[in-house]
């Protein structure tokens, strides 16, 4: 989901929520990665 969507559902800039969040999705690229070559059928 794009930061600006999920900033504002958060109820926050998009600065605020990577300065806040950043932590939370650090070190994630490689599931995401697998996610979306999931959602792909590949």
């Not at 794009?2 to 800039?13: F, L």
Request: glycine share 10%; hydrophobic share 40%; aromatic share 2%.
């Amino acid at each position: 989901m794009p930061a600006p969507e999920v900033a504002a559902r958060a109820g926050h800039s998009v600065d605020v929520l990577l300065k806040i969040y950043a932590k939370c999705v650090d070190g994630q690229e490689q599931e995401m990665n697998d996610r979306i070559m999931q959602g792909l059928g590949e």
